[in-house]
């Protein structure tokens, strides 16, 4: 695939999160999504799997997790009975913690950081694009969640050569919330996710070189 973007994004500027993942399956069908499931993230599985129901969901579980949000991961899979394929990360997390005495500040050891983000995110993402060896990723990625991603658009490249489709790209926070209210979606309200240090800080899966 060799597309122009610039007018793919044009083109899609104003479809629907449903079109956009409808475009998506029409140009392949090596098509995955990936979840963490953070809060309110059933919005963007409700969306894919009412378009593909046997869409494959990737879910890469660092192991670090709250109950609270495994609780709601389950509920989820079964209630949108979701093609879910989990991916851990080689090493548990006690030995991990053990070797790496906890979870690195990047600020304090930006390369123990680095490593770690290796292992719990990029790796066990990279065994998912291996085994699936996907030609589109669709993502719940939005634009108005960090300053890196507002350099983004609804398609773009990832740079391990996999397009990114971003169906809620340009949906605010409260069109997320209205749609979770409206088809009385589950969310979790304890969430952690120990490779970013700030609620609007990138985890690497999209910024990995």
């Known amino acids: 695939m060799n597309p122009d973007l610039q ?39 409700h969306l894919v799997t009412r378009v593909k129901p046997d869409m494959p969901i990737v879910w890469v579980d660092s192991g670090y997790n709250m109950p609270d949000a495994y609780q709601v991961a389950q509920q989820l899979i079964e209630q949108l009975h979701l093609n879910i394929h989990v991916f851990n990360p080689a090493m548990s997390a006690e030995r991990r913690n053990a070797l790496m005495g906890g979870i690195p500040h990047p600020a304090d050891n930006p390369e123990l950081h ?4 290796r292992q719990v995110k990029l790796e066990p993402f990279q065994r998912a694009l291996d085994q699936f060896k996907p030609e589109i990723w669709l993502t719940g990625i939005r634009r108005e969640e960090t300053e890196f991603r507002k350099t983004l658009d609804i398609v773009t490249w990832d740079n391990r050569g996999v397009m990114r489709v971003a169906p809620l790209f340009h949906w605010t926070e409260q ?30 899966l999209h910024t990995a070189a």
Request: glycine content about 2%; overall charge negative; proline content about 5%.
């Open 175 to 204: 069109d997320v919330l209205d749609y979770m209210a409206r088809f009385d979606l589950p969310t979790c309200k304890h969430y952690f996710d120990p490779t970013k240090v700030a609620d609007n800080a990138e985890c690497g």
């Open 7 to 45: 007018a793919i994004n044009a083109a899609l500027r104003d479809s629907s999160p449903e079109e956009i993942v409808r475009w998506a399956l029409e140009r392949s069908q090596r098509v995955i999504t990936t979840t963490s499931f953070s809060p309110n993230s059933a919005a963007m599985l």
């Open 114 to 117: 680095q490593e770690f983000t």
